[in-house]
């Protein structure tokens, strides 16, 4: 383990992107104590102050603290995606081995009636679901978790094809190994590597996919300081205050960047030989 | 390359396109406990309430409502739309023929910037290029759509007038005009494209090129530029066939958004107004028709693939 994160720092890539990853979970965990205003704190005076040394990142059209709206609002954002993403690698990741461990016809009816669930887009699932659940953050998660769960389903099984085959499952097996055992005991605990780099990923589409559901109305509800949301108020004054739009843009894109950095970084570190 | 392998693709292609209307119908009409009330929402008298759910079957069992809506939609009746009492099928294919002029023109533009400059960085692999189109890359993959979109718009619509912000224009109408208002719809799809397309065929010529018959080739001292067009280029290219029908499927989320930003009145927008009106049929019929969409691309892609690589023997 200690190993491993030794050699992800020394790559670029995975250094940059713990250190990202490190000031995000900073302003999750701190964002609301270390804040220079109150995210809701309205100043009339100061409507679209520019930045500068009052409002580094400048004010919004109530004149709240774009700021300490950001570090409050990495708290309803981040986390949420990275619990969408991880109930949703989850379930996948359980189909997937479930499917391999049965193998034969019983696999090939799981796998085909997987890759058909995922002929409908995310975004698509994602709003089709919530508009059955109702609006807001908590079925959002929901949404996104179940649109994720067939495209991990499809990369954990093609992973446990390979252990399935393996000696100590075949073993297992004949031991007299219930299925429960085998599929968690035996096989999940060696696909865990391809399923964590690909959750890792995941989680950079989780954050967009969580933004763009608050964007358009149905995810996170105002005055929450959502990311997605700020945007989505933002556009309207784009001409006053540009800041307005580009800082919260920002904040997704180095979240988003992030993970993506560390999950090519943990590839490229648990597979040393490939160089690419 | 069999005749039966095309008769099992197809027949998983109409596999595909009958699981996904189970889902769209379960999740818009089965799921919520009482469908008339959601859509009618809070102010619904009983009358009106009990009227709808005779017309939409609640009382029946699943199965039966489902059996009765698929029997319609399989004869081209998507139903009444709630909102403007209008049949929802042709409204739905005219705005689908919006989206798909997007679309095309979307692929167009990313193939023609994303191979020659995936080609490039696989060339000077490690080079300056080679980070400079990663970092695009990476930066292309981390905004979401609305991001971009939203910071096109604010870029070349508003602070430098070169552009139209909103709207849509027939191309029968107004060719010029109509080039002119897809234009940042269009470079907001294919910014994320790009990305994709790109970091694949980088990888692939960079395969292809330590690949035995390109070193074959180069020890049979022909021209670089022979080795790269003739035999590196046309291997390298094929894979890039799947990955722009696999992003058909994002192509068809991200539109939800875009058409949304810049007010073009294709499928996705009226998907998203559907949504927000809960006007039922055209749910149903907007999500069954994108999937659909795309499970047909992918099918044609997967025999396209076939078709150009013969070493590919399925079966």
Redesign the interface.
């Known amino acids: 383990m200690t190993e491993l994160f030794i050699r992800l720092m020394r790559r670029p890539q995975g250094f940059i992107g713990v250190l990202l990853l490190a000031l995000i979970a900073a302003a999750c965990l701190f964002g609301s104590a270390l804040a220079p205003y109150a995210p809701e704190k309205i100043d009339f005076l100061g409507r679209f102050r520019a930045p500068g040394w009052q409002n580094w990142l400048g004010a919004d059209q109530f004149g709240r603290d774009i700021l300490s709206r950001l570090m409050v609002g990495a708290r309803s954002t981040v986390p949420l995606a990275f619990i969408a993403t991880f109930v949703g690698s989850a379930a996948g990741a359980i189909i997937g081995v479930g499917s391999a461990y049965l193998g034969g016809r019983t696999d090939e009816a799981i796998m ?2 997987n ?10 699932m994602a ?3 919530v ?2 659940l109702g609006n807001g953050a908590g079925n959002a998660v929901i949404a996104i978790a179940v649109a994720f769960a067939p495209g991990m389903a499809r990369v954990t099984r093609s992973a446990a094809l390979n252990v399935r085959n393996q000696d100590y499952v075949k073993a297992a097996i004949a031991r007299g190994e219930g299925a429960h055992w085998i599929i968690f005991r035996e096989m999940l605990p060696n696909v865990m590597a391809p399923i964590v780099i690909e959750s890792t990923i995941r989680v ?1 589409f989780a954050v ?2 969580f ?2 559901l608050s ?4 995810g996170a509800q105002p005055p929450a300081s959502e990311w ?1 949301l700020m ?2 108020d933002a ?1 309207q004054y ?2 006053q205050a ?1 800041w307005g ?2 800082a919260p ?1 920002a904040a ?2 180095l979240t ?2 992030a993970f ?2 560390v999950g090519d970084g943990l590839r490229d570190a648990l597979n040393p030989k490939d160089e ?1 | 390359m069999t005749p039966a392998w095309f008769a099992r693709r197809l027949m ?1 292609m109409v ?6 209307s189970m ?2 119908f379960t ?2 009409q089965i ?2 406990a009482d469908a008339a009330q ?1 859509l009618l929402g809070e102010n619904a008298t009983p009358e009106m309430l009990a009227a709808l759910r005779a017309k939409l079957g609640l009382g029946d069992p699943a199965w039966l409502q489902y059996a009765h809506w698929a029997r319609h939609v399989f004869t081209g009746d998507f139903g009444i739309s709630m909102r403007t009492s209008l049949p929802v099928g042709p409204e739905m294919l005219t705005a689908l023929s919006r989206s798909l002029l997007l679309a095309v023109s979307a692929i167009l533009v990313t193939l023609a910037v994303a191979v020659p400059l995936g080609v490039l960085a696989a060339l000077r692999q490690g080079k300056l290029t080679d980070t400079g189109v990663s970092l695009i890359a ?2 292309g ?7 971009t979109a ?2 096109l718009a ?1 870029l070349l619509a ?1 602070t430098l007038h070169w552009l139209p912000a909103t709207g849509y224009v027939s191309p029968l109408e107004d060719f010029g005009d109509s080039i002119r208002h897809l234009a940042l719809p269009v470079l907001t799809v294919s910014v994320i494209l790009v990305a994709h397309v790109m970091r694949m065929m980088r ?1 692939e010529t ?1 395969d292809v090129l330590k690949s035995d018959y390109i070193r074959a080739a180069r020890l049979r001292g022909l021209p670089e530029r022979t080795v790269l067009f003739r035999h590196a280029l046309r291997n390298a290219l094929l894979p890039v066939v799947t990955i722009i029908a696999l992003d058909v ?2 192509l ?3 539109i ?2 875009i058409e ?1 930003i810049f007010a073009i009145p294709g499928i996705g927008r009226a ?2 107004v559907a ?2 009106t ?1 006007d039922l049929p055209s ?1 149903q019929a907007g ?1 069954l028709i ?3 969409t ?2 047909v691309t ?1 099918t044609f892609a997967d025999m396209a693939y076939a078709f150009l690589d013969r070493r590919i023997r399925y079966d």
Not at chain 2, 141 to 147: D, K, T
């Open positions: 085909r009636t890759d058909a669930v995922m002929a409908i887009p995310g975004l698509l709003l089709l679901l508009s059955t950079s967009m996919l933004a763009t964007f358009l109305g149905v997605g945007v989505a556009r784009m001409h540009p739009l580009i843009s997704i894109a988003a960047i993506n950095l690419r | 998983l596999y595909t396109v009958i699981v996904v889902l769209v999740i818009t799921l919520p959601s990476y930066l993959v981390s905004l979401p759509e609305f991001v939203t910071l604010l508003d990888s960079l499927g994002y068809l989320g991200g939800i958004v949304e998907l998203m949504i927000t809960r749910i999500a994108m999937a659909a795309y499970a992918n």
